[in-house]
């Protein structure tokens, strides 16, 4: 909730548009979210061009580099999500290691072993109501010997879930599904060209890396993924983001002339075109924006 002193601090600051502290879009997502030709023209030529490589300026000739998130911000400390922060990140040292043994096992059962997840869950269910079975039996009938009853009768009818656990997360749960719409319609209408361009390549990645690993190997990875590249990020972040910005920087550095070279011929090209096609594909290929 936003501090009223603050809000009314940039009220004073902008008295025709007040400024408002409830999370965007863009801050659930870790990046900017155009749902109009409008904004995304005015944000392209606001910050230049982009590609694979990170964002780069008009005005200099080094790239703009920005690290990359590991984790999305809506799980992050961020975000409201605090109970995937907290086991993603190993808060609950006892839940974490709970949860990554009991994953490991899945994974390795379905990997390994070869089993399907159906088989595996009915294990994993039958082995629990087994357990339960035993131990609340066998607890009651040695109640005499052992003292009192320390299972007890569970109380039911209450209400687990209420409306007001649930209104936390409908404000956050509705901006992301309203955003990811956007960014379907924007990939689908090309409203951003580089961005669909970015969609084809990472579905042909994933459709290669099919090819050479199972569903349930690429499912382990990311169980993987997400319970140790956040929480080593989280502690070697400013040499990781240096290791990362380095590497970016060389990779601009080679590909730019390139780059450029492309770019000239395009426009070429595109000089060659019929003046009435001619602006669309100077939108369409970036031809617009000034390269140094």
């Not at 965007?24 to 023209?41: A, E």
């Not at 990781?240 to 070429?268: G, N, S």
């Amino acid at each position: 909730m936003a501090d009223p002193e603050s809000e009314s601090s940039s009220f004073n600051h902008s008295a025709n548009q007040p400024t408002s502290s409830s999370p965007t879009v863009d801050d659930l997502l870790g990046g900017q979210s155009p749902s109009t030709d409008d904004q995304l023209t005015k944000r392209v030529s606001a910050k230049g061009s982009s590609d694979i490589f990170g964002e780069y300026s008009t005005t200099s000739s080094a790239p703009k580099m920005t690290p990359i998130p590991l984790a999305p911000s809506f799980i992050s400390g961020r975000g409201r999500c605090f109970v995937a922060a907290e086991l993603i990140y190993w808060r609950n040292m006892f839940v974490s290691t709970v949860v990554f043994v009991v994953g490991n096992i899945f994974f390795l059962a379905i990997t390994v072993g070869k089993k399907s997840v159906i088989s595996v869950l009915s294990y994993a269910f039958m082995i629990q109501l087994a357990l339960s079975f035993v131990y609340v039996n066998f607890s009651k009938l040695f109640v005499g010997f052992l003292g009192p009853d320390f299972v007890g009768t569970p109380t039911l009818g209450k209400p687990y879930v209420t409306k007001e656990s649930l209104s936390k997360y409908l404000e956050t749960s509705s901006q992301l599904i309203n955003s990811s719409i956007d960014q379907v319609k924007i990939a689908l209408f090309c409203v951003d060209n580089m961005f669909t361009l970015k969609l084809l390549a990472f579905f042909y990645f994933l459709s290669l890396l099919g090819r050479l690993i199972s569903t349930s190997t690429l499912g382990y990875l990311v169980f993987l993924y997400t319970f140790t590249v956040p929480v080593i990020y989280e502690h070697f972040n400013k040499e990781i983001d240096e290791f990362v910005v380095l590497v970016k920087t060389r990779i601009y550095e080679v590909v730019k002339p390139l780059r450029q070279k492309v770019q000239q011929h395009l426009k070429q090209l595109t000089d060659r075109c019929p003046p009435r096609i001619r602006p669309h594909l100077q939108r369409a290929l970036g031809m617009n924006v000034k390269v140094e």
